[in-house]
Structure formats: C-alpha cells, structure tokens
C-alpha cells in the first residue's frame, strides 16, 4: 500500500514538472519573433538608446540572429575592426539588442573609424 502511494506521488510530481517545462517551452516559443519583426524592434531600440550610434548602424535579422553592421567613430581605434581595449561601444550595443525578446544571437561586422582630424597618428 506504502508503495502504491509513493508511485502516486511520484507520478503526480513528474505531471507537475511536465506542466511547468511546457509551460516555459511555449513562453520559447512565443520568442520565435518573424525577422522583419525583430528588425523593427531592434532598430526601434537602438534609435531610443541615447548611448549607442544607432545612426550609422545597420541591422540585419536572419532566423534570429541579429547582424550589426556600419562604422563607428572612436578616438583610439584607429580603424582597426576590432580594436584592442575598446569594448564600450561594442558592449553597449549588445545591452541594448540583447534585451529584446526573440534574439538569438548577436554578431557585430563593425568598423571602427578615428575620428576626423582626430589627434595624433596611431603608428602600425
């Protein structure tokens, strides 16, 4: 009889957790945002973001994954893609992009440009 009612119990705890996984896997599925969506909440959200050059990004969006494309204006970079050191902007992008709902993964083809008659060369 002791046993009956443990596998009862059992049972009855592996239906609840069952429930609650499903639960979490249609709130997954709810994420899957089509692309042209995405795209517009992104741009959306990198237009309102005060500390992001939104201006001169572009957003590609393919099965969820967003592209950041464009140039960036830094004093020490000195144009180089990735620049050693200098993740500010880099990271704020990502902030901001990867808060949104629907965003599977985030990669950055960013150029990094000195800024106009900035100061002093940067040697090689």
């Known amino acids: 009889m002791e046993r009956v009612s443990t596998f009862r119990l059992a049972v009855a ?13 249609s709130a997954d599925a709810a994420q899957n945002v089509p692309d042209d969506v995405l ?5 959306a959200a990198l237009a309102s ?4 050059p939104a201006d001169s990004i572009t957003v590609e969006v393919r ?10 204006v830094c004093e020490e970079c000195g144009g180089s893609r990735t620049p050693g050191g ?6 704020s992008l990502g902030a901001v992009v990867r808060a ?6 985030l990669e950055f ?3 990094y440009q ?3 008659g900035g100061a002093g060369g940067a040697g090689g």
Do not use: H, K, M
Not at 86 to 91: A, K, L, P, S
Not at 100 to 105: A, E, Q
């Open 13 to 25: 705890i592996c239906a609840c957790a069952s429930l609650s996984l499903g639960a979490y896997g």
């Open 39 to 43: 795209q517009a909440r992104v741009e």
């Open 49 to 52: 973001a005060s500390d992001v």
């Open 63 to 72: 099965g969820g994954v967003v592209t950041l494309s464009g140039s960036v």
């Open 86 to 91: 200098f993740g500010t902007v880099q990271q």
């Open 100 to 105: 949104i709902p629907g965003v599977v993964r």
């Open 109 to 111: 083809e960013l150029l």
């Open 114 to 116: 000195p800024v106009a």
